[in-house]
């Protein structure tokens, strides 16, 4: 809703008192030490084409503890979400569609289940904002019938860069994972866009 052009002030309080509005150009500002009380059951509206941002450095209080802008981001973005399993069977080993194997949004542990002959799939890190954390695990089908010395997945980039863990930048990672050995790769974004190799375990080249 504009302002009522009525009012010269770009803040105002509203006739008959129900509201206080902001117009445009105009601030509602709580000064350091002061604070803002909400009774229960009293809700924020952001409408559509609204925004709620937090300044570096900024502190969001919830049930007595302060959770920082980085966690914050996170929460927003579902970024600390679920673990996810991809492929079972052959169906790692014979897919390679681009769709079929992106990093899931809203998971943090993602684990590709490898076939026998699994010899030329594909999984593809996607873009990301800083801070997120990725274990990307490689095993063997468990069903019984893996019995392959040596499985193996490409991990490339697709609108990231992918640093290893000496830290130089290389578009593909090999997973391997056979009967002995599985396989897992920790990373995390220091920058948005960006995965850094933390940790790796088991057979990883690149």
Not at 109 to 134: H, N, P, Q, Y
Not at 138 to 153: A, I, K
Not at 177 to 189: D, G, P, Q, R
């Amino acid at each position: 809703m504009a302002q009522d052009a009525t009012y010269i002030t770009k803040t105002y309080h509203e006739r008959g008192g129900d509201r206080y509005v902001a117009g445009s150009g105009g601030t509602i500002a709580i000064e350091s030490g002061g604070s803002m009380l909400m009774a229960d059951s009293t809700t924020i509206n952001l409408i559509a084409g609204a925004a709620l941002s937090m300044e570096s450095g900024a502190v969001l209080g919830l049930l007595g503890e302060d959770i920082n802008l980085t966690d914050m981001r996170h929460l927003l973005a579902s970024e600390w979400g679920e673990a996810v399993e991809i492929g079972t069977g052959t169906t790692l080993a014979t897919e390679s569609l681009l769709a079929t194997k992106n990093l899931p949004k809203n998971a943090r542990i993602v684990t590709l289940v490898g076939a026998v002959s699994a010899s030329k799939a594909s999984f593809w890190m996607t873009s990301c904002s800083a801070g997120r954390e990725v274990f990307l695990r490689l095993v063997g089908d468990s069903t019984g019938g893996f019995t392959t010395q040596e499985t193996r997945v490409s991990v490339n980039a697709s609108g990231c860069i992918i640093l290893n863990s000496l830290g130089g930048a290389v578009a593909t990672l090999l997973m391997y994972t056979s009967t002995n050995s599985n396989c897992l790769i920790h990373f995390v974004a220091p920058f948005d866009n960006v995965w850094a190799v933390v940790t790796e375990i088991g057979k990883v080249a690149g």
